[in-house]
């Protein structure tokens, strides 16, 4: 089996089979709500924070990397400018509904399913490089996302961010959501030290890689409720190409004035063009906003990335047409 066959085989058993199978374990009543955060703790907490180390460890520090942080910026506040400019959250009339359709705007699958998808194509290196834009989404989630929750849950009235923080902090700086930064330190300091990674920890990376997969996206999977499609998912296909078009090409024609290496040309756009990410639902979910509406474009968005924009991102990269590896 050669390698386009290999990687075409882990598309399925990693990205769309587990979807299959979370969804199934729903209708079936076989895993609980409980179980299912635990899983996808567990996969943050520690799965994650390990991979991160050991990919961290071989990554070639150099002054290009200082891009990801600006590109990951750049992925949430583009489609909000966008949706802000055109005024699309204004189509709802409720607060609640509005301060939904803004959180779903902003965030993107990038540490997950962006992760994956840049193993399966470049390997490990350009793992790492989605960790370092993924770790920036972090403070989105904890600095925009989750004040914006608060402000829509309280009508859009002026509460005060200052106060929102004053009474949250340790929940805002003290998150076991976090941990996988320690993993990024820990990687750099042996790299930049000189300390070589033992081969061995290369063959359980990429196991790691696999479980990681399933532990992340088996609980999407289960998440999903075709339900809802009925109710938002037409009020929210204008995310469509806000979220997977729009972003990639124009980080992409930034990048190439800075940087010429394939393997981040090609980390970036694929990072770029993710689909909505499950931290939406969680701020919908913590702040007492319309689920069901974020919901929709975060189903819309995960299936046409995953069905659609990868699968042609592999291909043009296989027949050379895109300035990737």
Known sequence: ????????????????????????????????????????????????????????????????????????????????????????????????????????????????????????????????????????????????????????????????FLTFFKKNWKGVFLNWNQFSIFGIIGGMVLSTIGVSRPPILGTVFQSLVHISAWCALLPIGFLIDFSTLKLFYSRTLNLIPIKLIIPPVVSYGIAIWFTSDPILLGTLIICMATPCAINSLVTARLYNLNVNLAMAPFITTTIIYICLLYPAFYLLVSLGYLPFK
């Open 1 to 160: 089996m050669d390698g386009a066959e290999s990687r075409i085989i882990l598309i399925f058993f990693d990205i769309i089979l587990p979807l299959i199978v979370g969804y199934v374990l729903r209708q079936k009543n076989l895993i609980s709500n409980k179980q299912c955060n635990i899983l996808i703790r567990f996969n943050i907490i520690v799965i994650v924070t390990i991979l991160t180390f050991l990919s961290f460890w071989i990554l070639p520090l150099r002054g290009e990397l200082m891009l990801l942080p600006f590109f990951s910026f750049f992925n949430a506040f583009l489609p909000l400018g966008i949706v802000l400019a055109l005024g699309l959250h204004k189509r709802f009339h409720s607060k609640l509904d509005q301060g939904s359709y803004l959180v779903a705007t902003i965030p993107s699958n990038i540490g997950t399913l962006g992760g994956l998808c840049g193993y399966l194509l470049y390997g490990e290196l350009s793992f790492a490089y989605v960790q370092i834009i993924g770790v920036f989404q972090n403070f989105v989630m904890l600095f925009v996302l989750f004040p914006m929750g608060y402000y829509y849950e309280h009508n859009g009235e002026n509460v005060g």
